[in-house]
């Protein structure tokens, strides 16, 4: 007798799961299908991206070549297109661009702007996209504005840091503000965080810049050229300075 009851239960249980399938049994489908379809479209994105970022980083060593090889027209479009792209790479590729500009047609003017543009605080490379535009305005702004436009890049404790300390150095002796310049190159010396080359600099500086002793005749710059070392920290190449012991 119990195994009629059992059989009939049974059959219920099926009955009643027929009539929740046939209910519902169309949103089962639909999710399973929707779950297949963002994996598949997830998988297909991420192979898009893989890609697309392939192609950027070909297209830059391909403008890169060019610029080796004093193609500039070709090269100034290459990096032009990757900056335009907002990407990650588009930050180095405005560095290599402004690089292009200046080598290729002596465009300070517009060089200076595309690293600035490209330039701020966010990494090492929008540092030291700054740090080459300093040098490159810096010919035309004074002590306070260079300080003003390099922020406070001279206080970081890295490499870039320490080489906006020599370009401030530089120009400080320039405008005759030797106890300034003095005290720049002196912190130059010593500064555990300065690459040895920047140290030297410093040494051979102080070597031949006069001590501040009061008067303001005393404090002016000498009539002698600026030394080649001192000089060297307010070149406007925009070559990648010496950046021994890599921004962090």
Do not use: C, H
Request: charged content about 20%; glycine content about 8%.
């Amino acid at each position: 007798m119990s195994d009629v009851f059992e059989e009939v239960e049974e059959s219920l249980r099926q009955d009643k799961a027929t009539m929740w399938w046939k209910r519902y049994g169309i949103f089962v489908w639909i999710v399973g299908i929707g779950i297949v379809a963002l994996v598949a479209y997830n998988e297909w994105s991420t192979g898009q991206k893989d890609r697309a970022t392939i192609e950027r980083v070909m297209s830059f060593e391909a403008a890169r070549t060019m610029l080796t090889n004093g193609d500039y027209t070709g090269a100034q479009s290459g990096f032009a297109a990757l900056v335009e792209t907002g990407t990650d790479i588009a930050p180095l590729a405005a560095q290599f661009l402004a690089q292009t500009q200046y080598e290729g047609s002596g465009d300070t003017e517009n060089a200076a702007r595309t690293l600035e543009a490209s330039g701020g605080d966010a990494g090492p490379v929008e540092r030291l996209a700054l740090l080459k535009a300093a040098y490159i305005k810096s010919e035309t702004l004074g002590l306070s504005e260079l300080e003003a436009f390099l922020g406070d890049l001279p206080n970081r404790p890295t490499a870039i840091g320490v080489l906006a300390n020599e370009l401030i150095a530089a120009k400080a002796f320039s405008e005759g503000d030797l106890a300034r310049a003095r005290e720049e190159f002196s912190y130059l010396q010593f500064a555990a965080n300065a690459p040895p080359g920047v140290a030297q600099r410093a040494g051979v500086a102080l070597s031949v810049i006069p001590l501040a002793t009061g008067t303001a005749s005393e404090t002016q710059a000498p009539e002698t050229e600026v030394p080649e070392t001192v000089a060297a920290a307010s070149d406007p190449d925009i070559a990648e300075p010496e950046t021994q012991g890599a921004d962090q």
